[in-house]
């Protein structure tokens, strides 16, 4: 299915229904075999993994085929959770709920891994100013990175890999309360990925500090008022859900 002209078609949540009804796979943000060396150094073949807006990619069945086998997949669409359910009704083990990231219903300290490839990007691309992020996409990522923290094991892994280059990803990710560290890797040979390890219960590097401590002060004096990051209320407006945009 060709991609659509108009980036406004990417906030209907019906657009994305009807093109997974016919489209077999499409990857953002490259295939496993791209990234595989990494995976390999923080994921374990015994791990629970959840994975975050999956789609139709073939992430988790190439993981799968690779060793992993204890994996959850969530996405909001209904139509494709269920086309890749009886797609691998055969790969004992995986897992496809129909579930919105903003409201995930899980026990915490659930998952080892939390994985998510591209989806967070696709939630930030009509940002005007990547230096100083809206307080709507601040108020998603914040939802969203609290939960995934919530449902993190101590000495698990968030692992994002990403369009978003790390000055600008990171004033999203470096949040003390998040209680994880950043680590970040690249790879890709004429366009650069991103591959983003946060080890929850380790603190964050000095300069992540630092990073957190400018971008609070930078609310402050932009909203006149101090607004910290655990007081930003949960946007219950589905509309706040479907604001996709191409990010090509």
């Not at 390999?40 to 791990?47: A, F, G, L, S, T």
């Not at 983003?196 to 004096?221: A, F, H, T, W």
């Amino acid at each position: 299915m060709d991609l659509p002209d108009s980036s406004e078609t990417y906030m209907l949540k019906e657009y994305w229904n009807k093109r997974f009804a016919v489209e077999d796979n499409f990857e953002w943000c490259k295939s496993y075999c791209d990234f595989r060396h990494l995976t390999i150094q923080h994921v374990r073949k015994c791990d629970r993994i959840l994975m975050l807006g999956c789609g139709n990619s073939r992430l988790s069945e190439e993981m799968y085929n690779d060793g992993y086998t204890n994996i959850v997949n969530i996405d909001y669409s209904p139509v494709v959770i269920e086309k890749m359910r009886q797609k691998h009704q055969e790969l004992i083990g995986m897992e496809y709920l129909q579930m919105d990231i903003t409201k995930m219903t899980f026990d915490k300290n659930s998952f080892d891994v939390i994985i998510e490839k591209g989806t967070l990007d696709t939630f930030l691309v009509d940002e005007k100013n990547l230096w100083n992020p809206s307080e709507h996409s601040r108020k998603f990522m914040h939802t969203v990175l609290l939960q995934i923290s919530q449902i993190l094991k101590i000495g698990g892994r968030f692992i994002s890999v990403a369009f978003s280059q790390p000055h600008f990803r990171k004033l999203y990710l470096a949040k003390s309360e998040y209680n994880w560290s950043i680590t970040t890797n690249i790879f890709g040979y004429y366009f650069h990925y991103f591959f983003y390890v946060m080890e929850k219960g380790r603190e964050l590097s000095n300069d992540d500090k630092n990073l957190e401590v400018s971008q609070n002060k930078k609310i402050c004096e932009g909203d006149q008022q101090c607004i910290s990051f655990s007081e930003l209320e949960e946007d219950n407006d589905e509309n706040f859900l479907k604001n996709i945009s191409n990010i090509f």
